[in-house]
């Protein structure tokens, strides 16, 4: 485009200067004084002023134009960039939201079969201690209640089991942090105000020790976190 308008100009000034000399050959004119020369001589430096003038014109819109189109397209990059980043901070928070699920749900059960196996050894205030921290997990993990309903189940099937043989016996010190436990879970029902009760009112404290060669686990939102402090209870 650039080239264009100079060939144009140049154009211009050649067909200026040859009509310029066709009108003198044909009509040829006298300069009988100065002001007849000096406007001879203004007449000739308009012409090429004339279309510097119109060139400065074109470059001011040329330039407007092309600074217009450049916002335009810095404005469009700006929205695809912006899109782009929504975009990957979208999959981000996606991929950290399912690598927590992934890592509670791998910790839930590691806790479930723990407890399961703490039942099995008839070491229930520590089955008891692990379903609750099972519970804990899925509350923190937000999960909804039915993905965690087992473990209440299971806390209110011992103390069935054990309420009519003896007492259901709890860790020393736990039972505060149960109560608390159950109360955040929503929606209550009659079993977890029933487990609540109990826990609260009706459970007794009493030190428990592991069976030989098995390692307590706990959570990380566990209040008692490592082993050497939970044993340190018992």
């Not at 099937?157 to 159950?182: A, C, H, T, W």
């Not at 029933?194 to 939102?221: H, R």
Request: net charge neutral; with cysteine; hydrophobic share 40%.
């Amino acid at each position: 485009m650039e080239k264009k308008v100079k060939c144009a100009c140049c154009f211009t000034l050649v067909i200026s200067v040859v009509s310029f000399f066709c009108s003198y050959f044909r009509s040829p004119f006298e300069i009988k004084d100065e002001i007849e020369f000096i406007g001879i001589i203004i007449a000739i430096i308009a012409i090429p002023v004339s279309i510097l003038i119109g060139w400065n014109i074109y470059s001011v819109i040329d330039f407007n134009k092309k600074n217009e189109k450049i916002q335009i397209e810095s404005q469009k990059l700006s929205e695809k960039l912006l899109n782009e980043s929504e975009y990957l901070k979208k999959n981000y928070n996606e991929l950290v939201r399912k690598i927590q699920d992934l890592d509670a749900d791998v910790t839930f059960n590691f806790i479930m079969n723990y407890a399961n196996d703490m039942y099995n050894k008839t070491c229930i205030p520590y089955s008891i201690d692990a379903y609750m921290d099972a519970i804990n997990v899925a509350l923190n993990a937000k999960w909804e209640k039915e993905k965690y309903s087992v473990a209440l189940s299971r806390i209110r099937m011992i103390i069935k089991e054990k309420q009519n043989i003896s007492y259901v016996y709890i860790l020393p010190g736990m039972r505060d942090f149960y109560y608390d436990l159950l109360s955040k879970i929503e929606p209550k029902d009659d079993e977890v105000r029933w487990i609540g009760n109990y826990i609260l009112n009706q459970a007794k404290e009493k030190s428990a020790t592991l069976p030989y060669s098995v390692l307590g686990f706990v959570s990380t939102f566990h209040p008692k976190r490592n082993q050497e402090e939970i044993n340190s209870v018992v």
